[in-house]
């Protein structure tokens, strides 16, 4: 516990609600904050944050992608993938495209620079995948990463 001036103490990470006594759902915003923060460090020196990590991930998995794919794939706004997707164009890292169909659409691809860019992305963002699975068997592993995709997909996306 921290002890802040006249007030309560403050449990740190990992005590009281903030431990194995939490909510599961404050302890996955816990989690994802200070998974955040690291991968913002891992990639600062890169000029990558980790949401322009996200889109160009999903850009070179799925190719092809609108904005409009992009914001409900990666959970972001469209406002805020448009100006990330702006942001890797300028710097070279995805090209738009227009839709072979639909006029109006521009369809995203990750360019070679974006793509050398994105392995060393990867490289660092390995090294905390494998810090956060550290000590776990890959059957504990599976259990955690099935349980995490049953979360997300009991969140009611539209099909």
């Given at each position: 516990?921290v002890k802040?001036g006249?007030g309560?103490?403050?449990?740190?990470?990992?005590?009281?609600?903030?431990?194995?006594?939490?909510?599961?759902?404050?302890?996955?915003?816990?989690?994802?904050?200070?998974?955040?923060?690291?991968?913002?460090?891992a990639?600062a020196?890169?000029?990558?944050?980790?949401p322009?990590?996200?889109i160009?991930t999903?850009?070179?998995?799925?190719?092809?992608?609108?904005g409009?794919?992009?914001?409900?794939?990666?959970?972001?706004?469209?406002?805020?993938v448009?100006v990330?997707?702006?942001?890797?164009?300028?710097?070279?890292?995805?090209?738009?495209r227009?839709?072979?169909?639909?006029?109006?659409?521009?369809?995203?691809?990750?360019?070679d620079?974006?793509?050398?860019?994105?392995?060393?992305c990867?490289?660092?963002?390995?090294?905390?995948?494998?810090?956060?699975?550290a000590?776990?068997?890959?059957?504990?592993?599976?259990?955690?990463?099935r349980?995490?995709?049953?979360?997300?997909?009991?969140?009611?996306?539209?099909?």
């Amino acid at each position: 516990m921290v002890k802040r001036g006249d007030g309560p103490a403050i449990p740190r990470p990992g005590e009281g609600k903030r431990g194995e006594a939490g909510y599961f759902g404050y302890l996955l915003r816990q989690a994802s904050g200070t998974y955040r923060l690291r991968m913002e460090r891992a990639l600062a020196d890169l000029e990558v944050t980790p949401p322009q990590f996200t889109i160009m991930t999903m850009v070179a998995a799925y190719p092809g992608l609108s904005g409009a794919d992009l914001a409900r794939l990666t959970l972001l706004t469209p406002q805020t993938v448009s100006v990330i997707v702006a942001n890797l164009e300028r710097a070279g890292s995805v090209a738009r495209r227009p839709h072979p169909v639909h006029g109006r659409i521009q369809t995203l691809e990750i360019t070679d620079s974006g793509k050398a860019l994105l392995a060393r992305c990867r490289e660092r963002v390995q090294v905390l995948e494998r810090a956060l699975a550290a000590g776990l068997s890959p059957e504990e592993a599976a259990v955690i990463r099935r349980w995490l995709a049953a979360v997300a997909a009991e969140g009611g996306e539209p099909d």
